[in-house]
T-cell receptor, first 111, second 116 residues
Framework: QKEVEQNSGPLSVPEGAIASLNCTYS??????FFWYRQYSGKSPELIMS????GDKEDGRFTAQLNKASQYVSLLIRDSQPSDSATYLC???????????FGRGTSLIVHP | GAVVSQHPSRVICKSGTSVKIECRSL??????MFWYRQFPKKSLMLMAT?????????EQGVEKDKFLINHASLTLSTLTVTSAHPEDSSFYIC????????????FGPGTRLTVL
């Protein structure tokens, strides 16, 4: 069974700090990796996708993928209170179009 | 681009009635749409995968006669909760698959169902 693991948190960081969110997955043939942000009472919103090893940067967000170690992370630089949300990691194998979601990590950015 | 709408955003109904929720991909064609439900402070739970022109594939434990799914076109899927009961109260979220190289899911805004 494919598993995607995330620490449920909450992860609490001060405003302006770097928030680091981690995700590990069990399926070695996973090929596509996604980070979604979900505010309380709202639906998930796609933040980043990453497909190859290394870093991918988009504004204040950086996704990092290490397939050998089977983990993907999301760094948020200069964290703002508006970044406070639950961050969902999703992983998809090449042979499937259905991603597996982690349970999410709650992030709290305090002023 | 890649906008998914859902209607209604919120519905309150009496026990025993049926409720239909629509999911539309507004600016792309989605051969596959997904239906999730989410209870407060809980994770997403995939209910079913909806493919245009064919029967939906339901996850284990999801009653197909209870949750009717129709994917009549490449931009529209509907979920009907039949004979709703208070335990069906939840946040229902659809997503649409944008294929191609990225093969990414985009979520609708969700429908909050309250059954009295």
């Amino acid at each position: 069974q494919k598993e995607v693991e995330q620490n449920s948190g909450p992860l609490s960081v001060p405003e302006g700090a770097i928030a680091s969110l981690n995700c590990t997955y069990s399926d070695r043939v996973s090929q596509s990796f996604f980070w979604y942000r979900q505010y309380s009472g709202k639906s998930p919103e796609l933040i980043m996708s990453i497909y190859s090893n290394g870093d991918k940067e988009d504004g204040r967000f950086t996704a990092q993928l290490n397939k050998a170690s089977q983990y993907v992370s999301l760094l948020i630089r200069d964290s703002q209170p508006s970044d406070s949300a639950t961050y969902l990691c999703a992983v998809k194998s090449g042979g499937s179009y259905i991603p597996t979601f982690g349970r999410g990590t709650s992030l709290i950015v305090h002023p | 681009g890649a906008v998914v709408s859902q209607h209604p955003s919120r519905v309150i109904c009496k026990s025993g009635t049926s409720v239909k929720i629509e999911c539309r991909s507004l600016d792309f064609q989605a051969t596959t749409m997904f239906w999730y439900r989410q209870f407060p402070k809980k994770s997403l739970m995939l209910m079913a995968t909806s493919n245009e022109g064919s029967k939906a594939t339901y996850e284990q434990g999801v009653e197909k006669d209870k949750f009717l799914i129709n994917h009549a076109s490449l931009t529209l899927s509907t979920l009907t909760v039949t004979s709703a009961h208070p335990e069906d109260s939840s946040f229902y979220i659809c997503s649409a698959r944008l294929g191609g190289d990225t093969d990414t899911q985009y979520f609708g805004p969700g429908t909050r169902l309250t059954v009295l």
